[in-house]
């Protein structure tokens, strides 16, 4: 494990901790508890979320794909249970995620390639989202004016900085000098299984030329998000304290971007809590029922994350094995066409 990763990691368990034992562990505990139904409630409107996403991934891809809707659902899946759950710093999904597809009979090149531009898309829709919720919370809350725009002024240039940064590498090449990286690598460690990558530069370049794409995709994850709403809207009346849509969506904008700021932490430990404590202050909801909601959603990410992971596992070992039989197959045939062109005629 990287010492940045190390890093993260114990800063974003003690900030979590210190946050848990200063509200209330217990408090925290019984009302995650007493959220029953809710739990199952949050997790069909992810289930729903991950289906949304899945085909804004494969609403990219410059031709009609061949693979099912279910399989990209699949790979999202396990996209997201490894970004959750493994501390990889956020990118380590997008990778895995391009490597399971290239299986699926896309080319590595182009199947890195949307993986790459997907994450961009939902990184854009974000931010609309986010700028949609702070709209709605000066509409209802506007007194609270003061620390929206300092949270504006210090978190939105950043993220815009970040967003324009990758779009600007995708286009200008930095990403040809990535994918010569790579293909480096591959002649040096053939194991790496990188020789595909060749085309990923190409294959960007193609996916940003097809607009109507992009706005399929932007449109997918714009739905995800506002889907998010009714996550926050089930857990909170399923915790006791129930809102309007309207204030859900704040929540939900604002709790995620948050959470988007705290990239560097694995699993955003400690920022997501904290980010749900501001977001949810405005509307009279106590700091430990906002620890509780975000508690909710880290339980829906664990009930969904593992399995995901095994998932992963369960692939990998079946490509494995499958490489394992075509080598068999393949060392029995030379043996025996060596031993044919040994014995006399």
């Known amino acids: 494990m990287k010492v940045g990763v190390m890093i993260g990691l114990g800063v974003g368990s003690l900030g979590l901790t210190g946050l848990l034992a200063y509200y209330g562990i217990t408090q ?15 997790m069909l409107v992810h289930a729903i979320q991950l289906s949304f996403t899945g085909s804004a991934w494969r ?7 061949s693979q099912s809707r279910l399989v990209f659902l699949r790979l999202r899946w396990i996209r997201e249970a490894i970004n959750n759950l493994l501390p990889v710093a956020q990118i380590g999904g997008e990778v895995v995620g391009a490597r399971l ?57 950043v993220a815009l900085l970040v967003v324009v940064g990758f779009i600007a590498a995708q286009r200008f090449g930095l990403m040809k000098l990535i994918e010569l990286g790579l293909l480096w690598l591959a002649r ?12 990923l530069h190409d294959g960007i370049r193609t996916i940003h030329a097809n607009r109507r794409a992009l706005l399929r995709g932007a449109l997918w994850h714009s739905m995800s998000w506002l889907l998010g709403t009714a996550e926050v809207w089930v857990a909170l009346a399923a915790l006791g304290h ?8 704040v929540i939900e904008s604002l709790g995620a971007a948050m959470r988007s700021t705290g990239f560097a932490v694995p699993a955003a430990l400690g920022v997501q809590e904290a980010g749900f404590i501001i977001a ?21 990410e ?13 692939s990998e070992g079946r490509y494995l094995a499958a490489l394992g039989r075509t080598g068999i197959v393949t060392a029995g045939a030379g043996t025996a066409q060596s031993r044919s062109t040994d014995s006399p005629r």
């Open 101 to 157: 597809l290239a299986r699926q009979g896309v080319p590595l090149g182009l199947a890195g390639a949307s993986a790459t531009v997907d994450l961009t898309v939902e990184m854009i829709t974000q931010i609309l989202f986010t700028l949609l919720g702070i709209g709605l919370l000066l509409l209802l809350k506007g007194g609270h004016g003061d620390w929206i725009w300092q949270w504006i002024g210090l978190g939105l240039p």
């Open 188 to 199: 040096r460690f053939p194991s790496l299984g990188l020789g595909g990558i060749q085309g």
């Open 59 to 65: 609403a990219l891809l410059p031709t009609s794909p």
């Open 280 to 300: 949810a202050a405005p509307f009279g909801i106590p700091p430990e029922l906002a620890i509780a909601l975000s508690m909710v959603k880290r339980l829906r």
């Open 28 to 42: 925290i505990g019984l009302a995650v508890l007493g959220a029953g139904w809710g739990l199952l409630g949050v």
């Open 302 to 314: 664990l009930a969904f994350g593992i399995p995901g992971l095994v998932a992963w596992q369960w």
């Open 242 to 249: 129930p809102v309007s849509i309207r204030e859900a969506l």
